[in-house]
């Protein structure tokens, strides 16, 4: 991102505490999900390991605390697969290189993806005491983070997930917090991914969003999803797109589509709205998503859209071609 967007997203997020979990709430997505890796990739993960990244400002000096929601594997909210046998690994890095080291931000993580310092980790297999619970880890100095003020405003950490071990599926997810016992904002913080991975809800009525950032380089997105199951529709609302539809994958494939970038959309969020078939009843839908501008470079989703949701505006009124391969 260019330093001359990061005064207004820095207001922007400081008054937003739903930029704090993962997933955020604007998103209304119901968990992250990673699989054990003896998993089955027509479940709806296609690598057994997630990236986020969290900002925090660098005006922020108090200790900060990431605290996982369900981190064990083996309750309620998890997707078993025979016995449970799962153990899943949450690591959080920071130090040079944690962001900005290129193997962090692949399509598929192989060489130096956990990049940085380790600075915590943790194990958890089916264990009720954090079933439905929180684990923090912390408390962090926020100076441990990867010091990245012109790209993303503050220190950056990463956390990555892994299942190291079985075949069911984690469904957790984060909050970036000042307290170690509650969710509490840390003013100006925010969430970013490149590879997004999730649960759709069972609900046909509702309506999720994901939102990435048009920067002004870009002139035309790849996207690519995998095992979506024809599960409904994927469109873009944006200040000239007014429901854009990209190609939707089928179980335990990837589907891809490309999508030109007009001039008034650079510089502003898109609102991908993922909305569910009314003809079909699919339940426990786990997906995967990605973003690649015309270099083959990833974009980043934001836990909330930068500038604020897109509004489409009529008197642009563009009506691109999508090419489909």
């Keep these: ?47 057994y390991c997630q990236v986020i990244f969290f900002s925090v400002p ?15 594997t083996g309750g ?19 130090g040079k290189g944690a962001c900005t ?9 192989k060489g130096n993806y956990n990049s940085g310092t380790m600075l915590a980790t943790k194990s958890f297999a089916a264990n009720p005491r954090y079933d439905k619970d929180w684990y923090t880890f912390g408390p962090i100095n926020p100076s441990e983070g990867e010091f990245l003020p012109d790209e993303y405003g503050g220190y950056v950490f990463k956390v990555l997930v892994q299942g190291v071990s079985g075949d069911d599926g984690n469904l957790y997810n984060f909050f970036l917090s000042r307290k170690s016992t509650e969710n509490l904002a840390v003013e100006g913080a925010f969430a970013f991914y ?13 309506i999720s969003h994901i ?20 599960d409904g529709i994927i469109r873009i609302i944006s200040v000239a797109k007014n429901g854009e539809t990209l190609k939707v994958s089928g179980d335990n494939e990837w589907s891809k589509s490309l999508h030109n970038i ?11 709205q993922i909305i569910k078939s009314k003809s079909s009843r699919i339940n426990n839908n786990n ?19 930068i500038g604020g949701i897109p509004k489409y505006k009529y008197s642009i009124g563009m009506k691109p071609k999508t090419i489909r391969n």
């Design 1 to 47: 991102m260019h330093r001359i967007l990061f005064a207004s997203l820095l207001i922007f997020f400081a008054f937003k505490a739903v930029a704090q979990p993962v997933p955020a709430i604007d998103e209304n997505l119901p968990h992250l999900v990673t699989f054990g890796n003896m998993g089955d990739r027509a479940w709806g993960d296609d690598d």
């Design 58 to 72: 660098k005006s922020h000096t108090d200790p900060i605390f990431i605290r996982v929601y369900d981190p064990d």
């Design 76 to 94: 309620e909210l998890d997707e078993q697969k025979g016995e449970w046998d799962t153990r899943m690994t949450f690591s959080i890095y920071g």
């Design 101 to 109: 080291n290129e193997d962090a931000k692949r399509i598929n993580l």
């Design 194 to 206: 490149y590879k997004y991975k999730f649960r759709l809800h069972d609900n046909q009525s509702e």
């Design 211 to 230: 939102y990435p950032f048009i920067d002004d380089k870009v002139q035309s997105i790849k996207q690519s999803n995998f095992d979506w199951d024809n």
């Design 262 to 272: 007009h001039p008034s959309e650079r510089n502003t969020s898109y609102d991908m």
């Design 287 to 305: 997906v995967v998503i990605y973003l690649e501008n015309q270099y083959g470079e990833l974009i980043e989703f934001y836990s909330v859209p």
